[in-house]
């Protein structure tokens, strides 16, 4: 059985930094692309971004290019999101997908397996 567990969430003043973390088990990691979305109340989930399998494919929401970094390391099976200079529009909760075509993509569908979400609250 798959599972994606985030981690890392929290409060956090704008302008501040939190690094969220999705340890992944229970399928072959190193061959899936991890994708992070996020979802603020009353929105509908956004894309915030992918990772390759291999690592050497990246994609971003326009949102967060330049302030976000994502990165994997498939010995320890985990990916991560880096968040810097966060504002107040990044709060939502924060989720972890993992798509077993292994490209960066932004779309939704493509994830097939999902971790419960992780809290994110920037305070301006």
């Known amino acids: 059985q798959a599972q994606l567990v985030e981690s890392g969430g929290g409060s956090m003043q704008a302008g501040g930094s939190l690094r969220l973390s999705c340890a992944a088990s229970?399928?072959?990691?190193?061959?899936?692309?991890m994708g992070w979305f996020r979802q603020a109340p009353g929105q509908a989930c956004e894309f915030v971004s992918a990772i390759s399998y291999s690592g050497r494919s990246t994609n971003y929401a326009d949102s967060v290019k330049g302030r976000f970094t994502i990165s994997r390391d498939n010995a320890k099976n985990t990916a991560y999101l880096q968040m810097n200079s966060l504002k107040s529009e990044d709060t939502a909760v924060y989720y972890c997908?993992?798509?077993?075509?292994?490209?960066?993509?932004?779309?939704?569908?493509?994830?097939?397996?999902w971790g419960q979400g992780t809290q994110v609250t920037v305070n301006s």
């Open positions: 997908a993992a798509d077993p075509w292994g490209v960066a993509v932004a779309t939704e569908y493509k994830y097939d397996y």
């Open positions: 229970g399928l072959t990691y190193s061959s899936y692309a």
